[in-house]
Nanobody, 125 residues
Framework: QVQLVESGGGLVQAGGSLRLSCAAS????????MAWFRQAPGKEREIVAA????????YYADSVKGRFTISRDNTKNTVYLQMNSLKPEDTAVYYC??????????????????WGQGTQVTVSS
């Protein structure tokens, strides 16, 4: 079993930055693909960014390309999401997720077996 705990959310003005962290328990973190999803009120959960087990393969949604960066430190069992140039439309609950097939990133929520509890990100205009 893997437990994921997000942190780093909060309230920020448009144009600002936040760094989300997701700490994972368990010794198999380094074999997992990891991703960040978000869900705004009244909207479906959507993928924001993902990477494979090594972090060398990454995916970004078009809406965050050039502004967000996903990274991971397998020695610390932690994945990060650096969010720059934040916009009000980035407001959502952000979730990290882990997929056991770590050779590549995955886009579908069904590919991810383990989920964190979520952290709120609010961007004011």
């Amino acid at each position: 079993q893997v437990q994921l705990v997000e942190s780093g959310g909060g309230l920020v003005q448009a144009g600002g930055s936040l760094r989300l962290s997701c700490a994972a328990s368990g010794r198999t973190f380094s074999s997992f693909a990891m991703a960040w999803f978000r869900q705004a009120p009244g909207k479906e959960r959507e993928i924001v960014a993902a990477n494979n087990w090594s972090g060398r393969m990454t995916y970004y949604a078009d809406s965050v390309k050039g502004r967000f960066t996903i990274s991971r430190d397998n020695t610390k069992n932690t994945v990060y999401l650096q969010m720059n140039s934040l916009k009000p439309e980035d407001t959502a609950v952000y979730y990290c997720a882990a997929a056991q097939s770590g050779s590549a990133w995955h886009l579908a929520t069904m590919e991810y077996r383990f989920w964190g509890q979520g952290t709120q990100v609010t961007v004011s205009s």
